[in-house]
């Protein structure tokens, strides 16, 4: 066999046992989160347009939800399209749980997942944030504090991940670039990673 279907057979497996894939098995729970993240990517890049972050975050959105055409639906999509992942997500985790599908040699795989659910639970927070609400400032404040009590890189690490939020609002351009760009951007690559390990191990048949 020549060098390019070696590696073809490489990043696409030939088969998967069926049985793998049965829909009261899985309950197709990584297909929904991944749908779920599809949505999140289109309806966040409309609200891009007219979403403002900082202190003008909170008006912004009454514009977007108020005055922009079908801006109301876009953002209701969104957000419910992040609450459905951060329920299938968790659901999914469970799954792998219960059914033992986090074993050797499907460790790394497992340990993909859990980093995946962090940026799930983390994209959801940020997206809370960015709300720009007083009570989203309030979160912020909370956040920023906790982090403080770790010592030695406590501070630094809060200001890296959420900048100087009022409690207010808790909108800033840090949190904003985080959940639109940064963490959107690796938790598609883990993704496709993630997919690919599936396929790779045959499936996701407990040993």
């Not at 992942?85 to 986090?102: E, F, G, K, P, Q």
């Not at 799930?120 to 944030?129: A, E, R």
Request: charged fraction near 10%; include cysteine.
């Amino acid at each position: 066999m020549n060098d390019s279907k070696n590696f073809v057979n490489h990043i696409r497996p030939r088969f998967v046992p069926e049985g793998a894939l049965r829909v009261l098995y899985t309950f197709c729970l990584g297909g929904v989160s991944f749908l779920a993240f599809i949505v999140l990517g289109v309806t966040g890049l409309l609200l891009m347009f007219h979403y403002q972050p900082g202190d003008n975050a909170f008006s912004s959105i009454l514009t977007i939800s108020s005055v922009i055409p079908y801006g109301g639906v876009i953002r209701n999509l969104h957000y419910w399209a992040g609450q459905l992942m951060v329920v299938t997500v968790n659901l999914h985790m469970l799954r792998v749980v219960w059914t033992h599908s986090y074993k050797p040699p499907k460790q790394l795989n497992w340990l993909v997942g859990v980093g995946l659910l962090i940026f799930v639970l983390f994209l959801d927070f940020t997206g809370y944030l960015l709300i720009g609400s007083q009570e989203s400032g309030a979160a912020a404040t909370v956040a920023v504090n906790i982090l403080g009590l770790i010592r030695l890189i406590g501070s630094g690490l809060a200001q890296i991940l959420f900048g100087e939020p009022s409690v207010l609002s808790g909108s800033t351009l840090v949190v904003y670039v985080w959940h639109c760009v940064a963490l959107p951007m690796v938790a598609f690559l883990l993704q496709l990673y993630h997919f690919w390990r599936v396929r790779r191990d045959g499936g996701v048949r407990p040993l």
